[in-house]
Every structure is written in C-alpha cells, then in structure tokens.
C-alpha cells in the first residue's frame, strides 16, 4: 500500500536527522520525483521542535540561489509538518569524502560554489551554522548545492547566551562552542575552512573522543599544520587554510568566496593540481614551511587567551596578540613577517630552530605532566620550602576554568564513571536520581519511556533557604524531546558551570546512553555551597514529588505517566 502525504508518494527514506527524515518522493501532480521533509512522528506534539521546523521552513523560502538546494513548498498536511525540495540524486560530500578526497579542480569548483551561496545567505540576513560535507548535495548534473538551514539564524536576531549550543562540533566555530552571544557570517566561513581542510588532507582539523573534547580543542588548540598532514600541498595552501581557521572571527577572511579565491590562487602553484587528489601520502618534505607556519600568528591567536579585561577598549583587544596596544601589537607582527621571510630563505637555519623549539616543547610537556612528581621529590629542610612548593604543585596541575554552557552527547561517546550503590526501589518508581561533586543524573530506570516534562528540581538548605527551581522548560534548551520522552535506562544530566569545565560530563554506568547534558549559570544556585545536611526536592507542575537528602547521593520517584 503506497503512502501519500500531500500528493506525494514516498519512494524511502534518503537520510535522517537529529528532527526531521528526508524521503525521496514523487510529485504526483508534476510526475517529478522530490526531497520530501517530514518532522519525526515522536515530535509532533513537541512546541519546540514544531517552532524549529516551521522556522527552517520561513527561512529557506526567503532564498533563492543557484547553489542553495530550491525548495518548491513548506505545508502541513494534517498534524504533519513537511517540505518539499529538489531531489539530488548524487548524494553528499561526506559520501565522497569517505571513498576518496576529490581531484583538486573539482574540489575548488564545489568550495566556489558553496562559498557563494553563504555570501548569499549572509547577505540576506541568514547565517546558517552547520555547515558540513552531510548539508553539500549534488544534483542529477553533479553541480554542488547547499542544504539544511535547520538551525539557521538571522543574523540580527542571534540566540542569548543562555540558549543551547547548535551545530556539529566537528566543524562548529570557536565562537558557536563559546556560545558567544552573537554569530555572525565569519562562524561559517570558518565551518568552510574545516571542510576545504578535510577536502585537502583527508582529516578533520580536531578530533577526539567526544563531543566537548572537540568543541575545547575548537576554543583552545591550534590545528595540526595543513602541510605536516600532506607536505605535497602548494606553500601558498597552509596560510590561506590557517586564516580561516582562526580563533578571532576578525582575523579570517571577510567573505566565503574570499577565502575559496585565496584558495584557488595558492593551489595554482601546484603542477599536478588537475590530476591529483587534494590529500596525499605523507612525505618528509617541506616540513620545515609547515612547522614555521604552525607557530606563526594565526596559532599564535589560535592559542589559549586569557579573556581581556574590562578596563582594555575594545579596539585595543582585537587583532594579533590580544590584550597588547595596537602599535605594540603591529611591531610584534611586522618582525615575525620579517624572520619569517629570513627563515625561509635560508632552510638550514629554520630547520635548527624548528628543532630547537620542538625540544623545549618537549620538555615542557615533560614537566607538564611530571612536575609535581618532581616537585615532590625535592624533599624540602623547612616547613617555608614544604609550603612554597606545595603551592607549586597545586598550580602546576590546576586546570583553566572554562565556561562551556552545554552540548548534547551521543550514545557511546561518554567514559562511564563509578556512581553510588543503587538502593531498592519500588516496582512503581520509574526515575532514579543521582547527585554529587556538582552534578545531577535522571535515570529512567523502568521498562518504557518516561515523560519529565512536567519535572522541576530545587535545593533546600540546612537553614531553610530555598534555590530558585530549574525546570524542565530551561533543560529543554538541550535535551529536546528526551524532556518528554525519555527512553528506558537513558539518562540526563544537569551539572554546575565548574563541573563542565574541569571535565565535562561522565556517563554513570546505569545509563544505557546519555541523551543530554546542561551547565549553565542557572544550574549553579542548585550546587554552590552544597553541604550534606542539604535536601533536593523534586517538584512535579508546582507541586511536591520527592525529597532527596544530599548526603545519601542518590534517591528514586515516581513520575506519573499521561
């Protein structure tokens, strides 16, 4: 029996996201076949995810361009939301990407064209924010085409800083993982410059074991040489990569296609760029132009920065490095181009400071790591010596305070950690609650799904003060329709903004997969000054379900079903 939705015919599903499912269908009415878009059935009585559609929906139709994906109608069709698109025949980048890395003309010419359509968008108001190989389609004619405008912005009108990070870590900005409060244009110019350096190397710039793993290194860490990875690039490749990747969205190119034109003019140096694939086999050569470029100011940038006080005006803190007076800041620049220029003509001496500087760093990892062991074996005569050196030591291994609000985990992706020992439950109770060292677990521990949209959880002191009660509408932000529909033995996690930033969450063992986790400054009234003689209560529409003491570390409640 064929399955109609608003005159469409659905042939089978093409792809699925984190929302919606793509199908190939068929245009009765025009004998075509079209993308057909339909919101998740477990999501269509979520507001949220309803809201979210409709505003992919508002957005796309607004732009038409040769490489944005033509959409032909946004509707409903009784309770279901759909869109309906041009259907690509020829799948995706990230299909492509896995097989081989293209030749390096055609690899050019899709960056082109995707750069042109974010100009676009971005001209019109539209920042689209998840830019990846999976959203690069390509048509019967094997033209590339932007799609997915899921989580598209207006640029004027960004998200606060208290709302959920959006985007695919792996190719998501600085400033996305930040949730800095405004995103503009350059976080996808940014998102292009991670493809073109896959599309040229054959690896992401950053990878890692998990999500927030990834999102630090996008903050913190500069990314691995391009030329280190395929020394076969044109020298002229790595600094037009570098400047896209910057941490500073003012240091990158302007434009999308500015940086693609940068970009093809440094491949042209390249002889066999027509034949050849943009990744190769490593080889030893011109490792010294990689490892020179690797330190230079775009890594310099790219490193941890301290943020900038209050007191520095704001054209003082942009640029190189930050923090410094511009015409300090222009003299620092001004000689690294100048040794910069020396040590490329002359390969010998680069070598030996290259080497050079690869030894202290190796020695600074080395105390890095065994500083305090060192530091303790000292044995100092005097309490003075015992206790400067146990400063020492406590700062040696102290870890940066990081501000990072939340980010969804996927299942698999999280180390489990040792949790309290369960105690006996209820064949009624359906959720346990764990809770500890700045973070609170909801496991539903029952054999179907279970709803906490309704739940809400505050913290009552030893003394009577009452905390400010986080509810299921602010843990929505992140955890999305897992609120209402929470599958057997997963699990949810709120945690204090200083938990998050001295290593993120752990999934407990209990949790088949940890669906989502959320720090944010409203989170921390629940953990800050927590003392054993404290209580959790967890209310269920205003009204009290469950008291929780903080020192037994773990309780269980029954949420009644709808």
């Not at 005097?382 to 969804?408: D, H, K, N, R, W």
């Amino acid at each position: 029996m064929r399955e109609l939705i608003a005159g469409y015919e659905i042939i089978g599903a093409i792809g699925h996201g984190g929302m919606a499912t793509v199908y190939r269908a068929r245009d009765l009415e025009r004998q075509r076949d079209v993308a057909l878009k339909l919101l998740r059935s477990e999501y269509l009585t979520d507001l949220g995810f309803r809201a979210r559609f409709e505003r992919e929906g508002a957005v796309i139709t607004t732009l038409e361009h040769k490489a944005i994906v033509p959409v032909y109608e946004v509707g409903q069709y009784e309770e279901q939301l759909y869109i309906v698109m041009a259907y690509m025949p020829h799948g995706s980048l990230a299909e492509r990407l896995r097989q081989a890395p293209p030749p390096v003309q055609s690899a050019t010419g899709i960056l082109a064209r995707i750069g042109a359509a974010l100009d676009y968008a971005h001209s019109q108001g539209v920042i689209h924010r998840d830019l990846k190989p999976s959203n690069i389609l390509f048509d019967a004619e094997d033209q590339a085409y932007l799609a997915d405008f899921g989580i598209a912005r207006q640029s004027q009108a960004n998200e606060p800083g208290g709302v959920a990070i959006s985007g695919t870590p792996a190719y998501m900005s600085p400033e996305q993982a930040r949730h800095d409060a405004m995103i503009t244009g350059a976080s996808d110019v940014y998102a292009l410059g991670v493809t073109a350096y896959q599309m040229v190397t054959g690896r992401l710039p950053f990878t890692a074991q998990t999500p927030v793993a990834i999102l630090m290194q996008h903050i913190h860490e500069s990314p691995p040489a391009p030329r280190d990875v395929n020394p076969e690039l044109s020298p002229g490749v790595e600094p037009v990569l570098l400047k896209a990747l910057s941490k500073d969205p003012d240091r990158r190119h302007g434009t999308a296609t500015a940086f693609v034109t940068a970009l093809q003019k440094a491949m042209q140096g390249d002889p066999g760029r027509g034949e050849r694939s943009m990744a190769s086999v490593i080889t030893p050569e011109a490792a010294v132009a990689a490892l020179i470029a690797s330190i230079g100011p775009a890594a310099t940038v790219g490193g941890p920065q301290p943020e900038p006080a209050q007191s520095v005006a704001p054209e003082e803190s942009k640029g190189g490095v930050v923090g410094l007076p511009v015409r300090v800041r222009e003299q620092i620049e001004s000689r690294w181009e100048e040794l910069q220029s020396r040590l490329t003509a002359r390969p010998a001496l680069a070598f030996a400071l290259v080497t050079l500087l690869a030894v202290i760093c190796a020695l600074l990892a080395v105390l890095a790591l065994r500083g305090p062991a060192l530091i303790t074996a000292l044995r100092p005569e005097s309490p003075a010596e015992a206790e400067e050196l146990a400063g020492l030591a406590s700062s040696a291994t102290s870890p940066a305070s990081i501000y990072l609000p939340f980010a969804p985990l996927q299942r698999g992706l999280v180390t489990p950690t040792a949790t309290p020992a369960p105690t006996p439950t209820t064949p009624a109770d359906n959720v346990r609650m764990l809770y500890g060292d700045g973070v609170v677990t909801l496991i539903n521990i029952s054999d179907g799904h279970v709803s906490l949209s309704e739940l809400a959880l505050r913290r009552v002191t030893s003394d009577g003060s009452i905390s400010p009660s986080f509810g299921a509408g602010q843990w929505r932000r992140v955890a999305g329709a897992a609120i209402s529909a929470l599958p057997a033995g997963d699990c949810l996690q709120l945690l204090s903004t200083d938990s998050a930033a001295n290593g993120g969450p752990k999934k407990p063992a209990e949790c088949d997969t940890l669906r989502g986790w959320l720090a944010t400054r409203e989170t921390d009234p629940l953990f800050q000054g927590l003392q054993e003689g404290d209580l959790f209560q967890v209310l269920l529409n205003d009204e009290l379900l469950q008291t929780c003491a903080v020192a037994d570390g773990n309780c269980h409640f029954t949420v009644p079903q709808p």
